[in-house]
């Protein structure tokens, strides 16, 4: 047999071996980790909490056992913790954030290198900016949101280091901050310890344990970032239903990614009853579900693995809304760090008002219409002030210029 077909045939019985380790496994192991995580004794594992601590503790024990390791001082601390700080000014208040998102590293000397992450942070015993829940103090257990995807990425971890994908190296970062604003992810692009430019995609893993046992819908987001993805999943087998869009912006890490102009995959099972509430529980997570998910991430990892670094393409983002719940948007993504006056902008989405007035990342919104913009609240109160087909006038800062623009809505 000549030497290619022998490669192949390895590469095939290897890909086979992975499989019968994921399907035939049972899932103790994420069951293990999805009870800790979402256990009373971690009170919601709020950022910047003990309970938050402790729940990277139990990460960072979770990778060494798999055998999975630090990244030899790439990262800002040998133990896997990658701390970062804000003083965000929220309802007018300066308020002060900080936490750590756990990284592990696996290094194949290769020339690029794929993100997999999953945020580890929950509501603690009820944010009453994001909770849905209204009665008195309760844990939030965060079992599904996001205990499982930080589960499936532990897995991952384990089933990489052991697999033929030796094209890539692997960074597996479990974020904290994220339910705040994306904290944790934006300090890890701002602050990469792999060049951004050596970012070959990122595949980010939020609520992945709750898969319908009748639909088996596995919802998978920002396949337009880049032509290959739809290429790669074409020709997947899974018996997952899978449901795909093409935005790379959407409420949870791979939007720090997508905006750094790196391609983007989000993963997610679907939206429930018990979301941002705390009664979402152990109990409830579907396990073969998630077995199935982590079979199909492998899946897709290995159909690129032999890919050259793959292309970037922005996205036309129209089913992001920035402020759904309001008549008219701006069409922009905040950036939810800004601890200045005013709201600074992340990201301005094509065809919408924002755009057409020639707003751009990095301006910050002084006063829109007769309402002054400080920070989040007055920028909501304001945009609440118009309907569609309105017309007023914007204020912005670009640079230490101010300059008002005509905005349309």
Same mark, same amino acid.
């Given at each position: 047999?000549?030497?290619?077909?022998?490669?192949?045939?390895?590469?095939?019985? %290897?890909?086979?071996?992975?499989?019968?380790?994921?399907?035939?496994?049972?899932?103790?192991?994420?069951?293990?980790?999805?009870?800790?995580?979402?256990?009373?004794?971690?009170?919601?594992?709020?950022?910047?909490?003990?309970?938050?601590?402790?729940?990277?503790?139990?990460?960072?024990?979770?990778?060494?056992?798999? +055998?999975?390791?630090?990244?030899?001082?790439?990262?800002?601390?040998?133990?896997?913790?990658?701390?970062?700080?804000?003083?965000?000014?929220? !309802?007018?208040?300066?308020?002060?954030?900080?936490?750590?998102?756990?990284?592990?590293?696996?290094?194949?000397?290769?020339?690029?290198?794929?993100?997999?992450?999953?945020?580890?942070?929950?509501?603690?015993? +009820?944010?009453?900016?994001?909770?849905?829940?209204?009665?008195?103090?309760? *844990?939030?257990?965060? %079992?599904?949101?996001?205990?499982?995807?930080? &589960?499936?990425? $532990?897995?991952?971890?384990?089933?990489?280091?052991?697999? %033929?994908?030796?094209?890539?190296?692997?960074?597996?970062?479990?974020?904290?901050?994220?339910?705040?604003?994306?904290?944790?992810?934006?300090?890890?692009?701002?602050? /990469?310890? *792999?060049?951004?430019? =050596?970012?070959?995609?990122?595949?980010?893993?939020?609520?992945?344990?709750?898969?319908?046992?009748?639909?088996?819908?596995?919802?998978?987001?920002?396949?337009?970032?880049? /032509? %290959?993805?739809?290429?790669?999943?074409?020709?997947?087998?899974?018996?997952?239903?899978?449901?795909?869009?093409?935005?790379?912006?959407?409420?949870?890490?791979?939007?720090?990614?997508?905006?750094?102009?790196?391609?983007?995959?989000?993963?997610?099972?679907?939206?429930?009853?018990?979301?941002?509430?705390?009664?979402?529980?152990?109990?409830? $997570?579907?396990?073969?579900?998630?077995? !199935?998910?982590?079979?199909?991430?492998?899946?897709? $990892?290995?159909?690129?693995?032999?890919?050259?670094?793959?292309?970037?393409?922005?996205?036309?983002? !129209?089913?992001?809304?920035?402020?759904?719940?309001?008549?008219?948007?701006?069409?922009?993504?905040?950036?939810?760090?800004?601890?200045?006056?005013?709201?600074?902008?992340?990201?301005?989405?094509?065809?919408?008002?924002?755009?057409? &007035?020639?707003?751009?990342?990095?301006?910050? *919104?002084?006063?829109?219409?007769?309402?002054?913009?400080?920070?989040?609240?007055?920028?909501?109160?304001?945009?609440?002030?118009?309907?569609?087909?309105?017309?007023?006038?914007?204020? $912005?800062?670009?640079?230490?210029?101010?300059?008002? =623009?005509?905005?349309?809505?």
């Amino acid at each position: 047999m000549k030497i290619k077909n022998l490669v192949q045939l390895w590469l095939i019985i %290897a890909v086979l071996g992975l499989n019968l380790r994921v399907e035939g496994q049972s899932s103790a192991s994420l069951k293990r980790h999805i009870t800790y995580l979402s256990s009373d004794s971690l009170h919601g594992r709020m950022t910047g909490t003990e309970d938050e601590r402790n729940a990277a503790n139990y990460i960072i024990e979770a990778f060494k056992k798999e +055998g999975i390791p630090a990244a030899n001082g790439k990262f800002i601390k040998a133990d896997y913790l990658q701390p970062f700080s804000y003083d965000p000014t929220v !309802d007018s208040v300066k308020t002060h954030v900080s936490g750590s998102n756990v990284v592990a590293f696996i290094d194949n000397h290769a020339a690029n290198t794929i993100v997999i992450g999953a945020h580890y942070d929950h509501l603690g015993m +009820g944010d009453p900016k994001h909770s849905l829940y209204t009665g008195p103090p309760a *844990v939030h257990h965060g %079992a599904d949101d996001n205990a499982s995807g930080v &589960a499936a990425i $532990i897995e991952l971890a384990s089933l990489l280091k052991a697999s %033929a994908y030796k094209n890539n190296n692997y960074v597996f970062v479990a974020f904290s901050g994220e339910e705040l604003g994306l904290y944790g992810s934006k300090w890890f692009v701002q602050h /990469p310890a *792999v060049a951004v430019e =050596k970012i070959n995609y990122m595949i980010n893993l939020d609520m992945v344990g709750r898969v319908d046992s009748n639909t088996h819908t596995l919802t998978v987001n920002g396949i337009g970032t880049s /032509p %290959a993805f739809k290429d790669a999943l074409a020709k997947l087998q899974t018996p997952l239903h899978i449901k795909t869009t093409e935005s790379g912006l959407g409420p949870s890490d791979h939007t720090s990614f997508y905006l750094q102009n790196i391609p983007v995959v989000f993963l997610f099972s679907g939206q429930h009853k018990d979301y941002h509430k705390p009664s979402d529980t152990e109990d409830k $997570i579907n396990y073969s579900g998630m077995l !199935d998910v982590i079979n199909y991430t492998m899946s897709l $990892i290995g159909e690129l693995n032999d890919k050259e670094k793959l292309a970037f393409v922005k996205t036309k983002d !129209d089913n992001v809304d920035s402020a759904p719940k309001f008549k008219v948007t701006l069409g922009v993504i905040p950036d939810y760090t800004y601890d200045g006056e005013g709201l600074r902008i992340d990201a301005v989405k094509e065809d919408r008002p924002a755009a057409k &007035a020639g707003l751009k990342a990095g301006d910050v *919104v002084l006063q829109l219409g007769d309402i002054k913009v400080t920070e989040m609240t007055s920028y909501m109160k304001a945009l609440g002030q118009f309907n569609k087909g309105d017309k007023t006038k914007v204020k $912005i800062k670009r640079g230490t210029e101010v300059i008002e =623009k005509d905005i349309e809505f």
